[in-house]
T-cell receptor
Framework: NAGVMQNPRHLVRRRGQEARLRCSPMKGHSHVYWYRQLPEEGLKFMVYLQKENIIDESGMPKERFSAEFPKEGPSILRIQQVVRGDSAAYFC???????????????FGSGTQLSVL | GQQLNQSPQSMFIQEGEDVSMNCTSSSIFNTWLWYKQDPGEGPVLLIALYKAGELTSNGRLTAQFGITRKDSFLNISASIPSDVGIYFCAFYAGNNRKLIWGLGTSLAVNP
């Protein structure tokens, strides 16, 4: 009974390269969320997706960041032309989507630590 | 915007002691959530509160949703070393399951 799986756990990129972070939700979950966490801070919402649809991307930077959750395969958070300020822990969460917006339980993965040199 | 104030920022206690931490907000919420994050891991949901005045326990953890719906506290009784971690409060904002998080309370337990 695997939980939310994220890979890689650690990703090192040089400035200007692309970073691709993957998230496989829990079995039976069709809703995926991406959050970013800087050291000694809480998580910051980035984007909420359902299969093949972006529901809310109000937390995503307007440039260089994109997310997808295809019909088949994991959700991908893509950061183009990374800069040092992109260094953070990126967490994915999933939920079954059966609850209302106020009581849906989210299950988090272990995160991807992105370091930009 | 909606803000969460979480206190204390950090705590260092002896094993066996009880712990109390709280969250306050400038807005009224319908749900309070308490999560724990271990180093290098994602947050894990501890307790969810849905009604004003609600008091809920999960083992040695007890949390309450304030009557005014603007605050919540989390108590840990008889702390043990594995309680070490960062405790976050969070609430749902809007209709799209977006969670807003406090800055966390870092707990250290001296065996």
């Amino acid at each position: 009974n695997a939980g939310v799986m994220q890979n890689p756990r650690h990703l090192v990129r040089r400035r200007g390269q692309e970073a691709r972070l993957r998230c496989s939700p829990m079995k039976g979950h069709s809703h995926v969320y991406w959050y970013r966490q800087l050291p000694e801070e809480g998580l910051k919402f980035m984007v909420y997706l359902q299969k093949e649809n972006i529901i809310d991307e109000s937390g995503m930077p307007k440039e260089r960041f994109s997310a997808e959750f295809p019909k088949e395969g994991p959700s991908i958070l893509r950061i183009q032309q990374v800069v040092r300020g992109d260094s953070a822990a990126y967490f994915c969460a999933s939920s079954p989507g059966t609850g209302s917006s106020g009581n849906e339980k989210l299950f988090f993965g272990s995160g991807t630590q992105l370091s930009v040199l | 915007g909606q803000q969460l104030n979480q206190s204390p920022q950090s705590m260092f206690i002896q094993e066996g002691e009880d712990v109390s931490m709280n969250c306050t907000s400038s807005s009224i919420f319908n749900t309070w959530l308490w999560y724990k994050q271990d180093p290098g891991e994602g947050p894990v949901l501890l307790i969810a509160l849905y009604k004003a005045g609600e008091l809920t326990s999960n083992g040695r953890l007890t949390a309450q949703f304030g009557i005014t719906r603007k605050d919540s506290f989390l108590n840990i009784s008889a702390s043990i070393p594995s309680d070490v971690g960062i405790y976050f409060c969070a609430f749902y904002a809007g209709n799209n399951r977006k969670l807003i998080w406090g800055l966390g309370t870092s707990l250290a337990v001296n065996p």
